[in-house]
């Protein structure tokens, strides 16, 4: 015992060394290991012992331990010493003599029950009676011992979140079984014993006894507990007892909870009265201490739980075909009791109420038409989640970011789900409610002045209608119709405002789109809202009018006010960089989406503003990112149809041309720099007036809008002079990079225009002699697109490009990689799976004939074997689908054809390709039901289809007489899959091969 002392006090002394450490460690195992363990760590429980609380721990680890893994193999006599070591330490905590800490008491706790899951009930059948003879005599202490002792039975034998075996699972049952015959009667009375007994002295006593009966609750006797003992005692305790109060709101949230068929549910719901329980208790929690706060979630839950059983029992019922009328009142009772819940001020207690509202909405849609009742419930739990998802008065918006914004912002967004759900569920009320609270709350505004509404029920009616734009259907601003005119009510205390303008007659015009729409974003643009000071208002204006501004189309009048919102004080050109960066971005949607074609009247203006904004050295006020996004909107307006050809023109060469000259100035600087430091703020600065040109071309959308802006010349000149700059001695990717993109949108821009340059661009993009894993990955996005875009055109310089581009992409995919390193061999997958999707596209895209041209035919065997080899080698499904798909284009295209094809391709499918689809199915790691596999067996199916409507019986003889033997395949096997070859039926062989697979791999 000795050694064993000292080891503890090695192992947990601050001043041991690692190797110490690791010595005593060591011999802690040695003895778990040993056959004298036992007998070693029983002397820590001995009468008068005199070990330490740390060499008590390490004992019971090791004890615990050898029953865990060794009860069996255990002599007669070392089982005894071990219920005698059991019974010594609950005597001496029944006589209060105990002084271990919890810790240990739980640790000698798991200890009891392992010993009790392999003795009861034939080895110890008197073990509950063992455990609870000295209940009454033994004090608090004591008592807690045996909740500890429950507790982890509960986890050791029922709680099915523990995984078990089979032959666990029936021993659990059994012990249950046994128990319920004989032990939960007792075990009811010696709960009513501790609640009774300790809820005043000692209240956390009787919690841990309430949570131990919560778990019970759930495969016990409901008898057991409910009944006239235990009821009213639960009842008078979320009354009277403060610190028990939430606990027993969770044991009748446990017996509301039990699994019972729907009429007798419902019959016990109802003699518990607990449909009024929740409404009854919950004004009586006064403060939000952590008690009261715990309780008030309690409640929540509970009603929650109840909400959700009663809806469960009633569609029960009605699967049976049994009456619910009766259930269908106490839900709507138990929807409309649980408003005041969840429309508490303390929003995680409101959070436990969503599962049932949200339940509440998929039964009336389930339903139908429902009692007189329902609409006013509908209507009070909207007006409840619109309450619910205002900001705190006290929210600090400068703090965005930590863990209350983050909280409130998912509690937004699950009330958001309840939200629009209301609207699917009746559109007409909701419509009424929302335009109800945005008119009293924005038509205020006007008379109230931009101070007199406080700003957390500003940006409220402005969060409802940015919602409305998600979820209220159909064309919300249609164009509008002539009719008898009309005007619209901006709400109560906003007046009227007319549909075409701030006021007047709309002369012959009606209310345009839907018109509950109109008004309500009417009455967000009525000029008072923009006033307010607050950035969370700012921020949400600019929000709404980013979704819903087709309204402007209609209503052009409107524009100015939201144009100043967007480039004013309170936009771009705010004081807090979040607002600023919201505004760039909002603004670049607004004119991209909704009104890049109306702004004709104010183009001039906004290029003036916008353009002081574009600070290519000095991304200080502005950062570079947000700086795209105005020049993104420039290249928009600019480009519009409000602009003149000729304009255009002219505006694109003064933004762009001293852009070019800046460029050429820091690449002739960067040349001849030192400096490490600043030849990279060099390359970022060339980089970012790159992304700036960009981003001026976001408005160009194809060739004919190119040539009509006569911007053609300017652009390719640009990007010729971005290709030169590229070689550049040091971070040449920062530059790359950009230029890269810059390519991807003059591809769309320039059109066919842009095949002269395409041979040096991509030379310039990727120095096949030096690259780099990431440097293929990215490049080849940009060959593809090529291909994809002009086809056959391309062809000549594919051919040039074709193989270089193949022997970099092996040769890095040759390199060894670190089987232990994740990151490297993603980056490999990642590549392999670029090389394959590059082939794919020049094949899918008519230029197969690359492969045979004789600048590459002599090595396409060898690039047909990768392809072979990423059919069946990597245990990847998607490289697997791209490999077999462009293998059955080939044979589609070559098979049978030998002056188009590859020589020899005829007999390289029968000896090559076809096995490899049997090699793939067949290999132990293809799993026949993943979902990625499936489509890989799709694509073999329609190869071995392609192969077989060419060569026929010459494939099949191949298989019966060749292939198949060499497997060698069963008979039977064998002749299914030339029944389904011969069908033509591509389900049929995907069937087939599936089968195979699961019959001779996976059985």
Known sequence: MERFEAAVRYLLAPESDAGTQRQAMAYLEQVKASA????????????????????????????????QNRFGELSGDETQCIKALIATWMGSCASGTCTDPPHLRNKMAQLVTLVFVHEYPRQWPDFFTDIMNPISSGGCLYYDVFLRILETIHELVVDREMPHTQEELQRNGFIKDSMRATANGMLADAWYHGLSTYVTSSPETARRCMDVISKYIAWISIDLIVNDRFIPLLFNFTRTSLEVRAASCDVLRAI??????????????????????????????????????????????LHNSLGIMLINSCTKMHESGLEAGEVVHLIETAAQRMLPILGSEYDDISEELLPFAQAYLHFIKDSGPGPAERRNNVSALLHTVISKMRYDPEFDFNARGDQSDTEFEEFRRNLQVLFCNVCAQDLELFLEVVTSVVARTLGTLPAAGAHGVHFTDVELALYIVFLCGECVPGQHFSAPTSGVSTSTS???GGGTRSAASGGGSTGSMSIPGRPEMVELMQLVTNGSVILHPHSAVTLMYMDVVGRMGKFFRLFPDRLPDTLRVFLGDTGVHNASAHVRSRACYQFMRFVKMHVRNHLGPFVADILQTVQRLITVEDASFLDYDDQLFLCESLGLLVTSTVVPPDDQSRVLDAMVSPLLEEFILVHTKLLSEQDLGRQRQMAVLMRHIVQIITALTKGI??????EKSGSAELLARALQIFMGSIQIPANKEIVRSAVRTYMHRMIVCMGEGILPIVPAALGAMLDVENCQNEDIREFMPLITQIIMKFKTKVAPVLEDFFLPVVQASLALLRVEVDPADE???????ALRRCYFEFLNCCISNSLAGVLVAPKNAAHTPEILSTVLRGGVEYKDAQSQKICFNMLQKLIRLWLGKAEVGLAGFDDFVLTQIVPTCFQSVLKPDFNP??????????????????????????LVQFLQNVFFPSIPLPQDVALDIVACLESEDKQKVRQCLKLVSQRLVHR
Not at 49 to 62: A, I, K, Y
């Open 36 to 67: 004298e363990g036992l007998g070693v760590c029983a002397q820590a429980f001995a009468p008068g012992s005199q070990v330490s609380e740390e060499v008590r721990f390490q004992c019971l680890v090791v004890i615990v331990h050898i029953v």
């Open 701 to 706: 959308s194809g060739r004919s809008q190119l």
């Open 929 to 954: 039901d993943d979902g990625w596999s499936y489509l890989v067996l799709g694509e073999i199916a329609a190869l071995l289809l392609a192969t077989y409507s060419v060569a026929g019986s010459t």
């Open 490 to 492: 901006a709400g109560s």
């Open 823 to 829: 990151n490297a061999k993603a980056d490999q997958m």
């Open 256 to 301: 509301v909870m039990k699994g019972m068929d729907g009429p007798s549910k419902v019959a016990l719901l109802q003699s518990l009265n607990l449909v009024e329980f929740g409404a009854a208790v919950f004004p009586t929690i006064k403060d939000a201490d952590d008690v009261e706060n715990a309780f008030g979630i309690a409640v929540a839950s």
